[in-house]
């Protein structure tokens, strides 16, 4: 089935970034398997609203979120990679939950990648609940990238 995401054979590989240390690994990862396979590396992260739901909830600007989203995870991924002109690079930035937005990115993609750990959680966890659900439902294989995989000097090799 084509969701629209996967045209033709392009390899697509595909990494979620939460601002974290364990998602920087995983993005450095994902950018050196797309660098040796020749695939289109897509960065997706995902932001809800605080307090968007409900009756009570206080005013919030959603677009103002998602811009800023955008922004940060740019920032993120120039201040990771650096010039990444070897590796063509898409980023998307959807509201949702993480695990369901990667989830649904995984659609078509040769490979999704993860950071083993995210910002929340409870640090003695050795797995993110992120990346178990990933794990379970992605519809492709997954990569779990631990802290202290890759170094830094690596996204900059080529």
């Known amino acids: 089935m084509n969701t629209g995401r996967h045209s033709g054979n392009a390899r697509r590989i595909v990494v979620g970034v939460d601002g974290s240390t364990a998602s920087y690994e995983a993005l450095r990862w994902a950018a050196g398997q797309a660098r040796v396979t020749g695939a289109r590396l897509e960065v997706w992260g995902a932001y809800d609203v605080p307090g968007a739901a409900g009756r009570s909830a206080p005013a919030v600007d959603a ?17 990771v990679l650096g010039a990444t002109g070897d590796v063509p690079l898409e980023e998307h930035v959807a509201r949702g939950n993480p695990a369901g937005v990667l989830t649904e990115a995984s659609e078509g993609a040769d490979l999704l990648v993860v950071g083993s750990r995210g910002r929340g959680g409870f640090a003695s966890l050795l797995l993110g609940s992120v990346g178990q659900q990933c794990a379970l439902h992605a519809s492709c294989p997954v990569v779990i990238v631990r802290p202290g995989t890759t170094a830094p000097a690596e996204a900059d090799a080529g």
């Open 63 to 79: 677009a103002f979120d998602a811009d800023h989203a955008r922004q940060a995870m740019t920032e993120e991924i120039r201040d």
